[in-house]
């Protein structure tokens, strides 16, 4: 299992760090969000053997993932915020060796980015 912290209300321009606890090694681990009113869309990964972090375009150069494998915690370090930032963001895992598709996935936790 998986589950985010950290959400909250910020102003545009703004930095917010998530964390996602419960990560395993084997595992790779992702960001996910969901805009009010739209689908939910890939942010970021963290691949478990360390090839990319790969990154959406629209956060490419603003969001940073970390990844503290003995610790079992993730990071999404999210600088310059913009108001179509705010979504509901969710972390996720997949087994490397196992699974193709994501699961588990956190609850979500709610990013508010005002104007």
């Known amino acids: 299992q998986v589950e985010e912290s950290g959400g909250g209300m910020v102003q545009a321009g703004e930095s917010l760090r998530l964390s996602c606890e419960g990560s395993?090694?084997?595992?790779?681990m992702g960001w996910f969000r969901e805009p009010p009113g739209k689908e939910r869309e890939f942010v970021a990964e963290?691949?478990?053997?360390?090839?990319?972090?790969y990154y959406a375009d629209s956060v490419r150069g603003r969001f940073t993932i970390l990844r503290h494998i003995t610790e079992k915690s993730m990071y999404l370090q999210m600088t310059n915020l913009k108001p179509e930032d705010t979504a509901i963001y969710f972390c996720?895992?997949?087994?490397?060796?196992?699974?193709?598709?994501?699961?588990?996935w956190g609850p979500g936790i709610q990013v508010t980015v005002s104007s």
């Open positions: 395993e090694r084997a595992y790779d």
């Open positions: 963290h691949n478990w053997q360390g090839f990319g972090p």
């Open positions: 996720v895992a997949k087994n490397h060796l196992t699974q193709t598709l994501w699961d588990p």
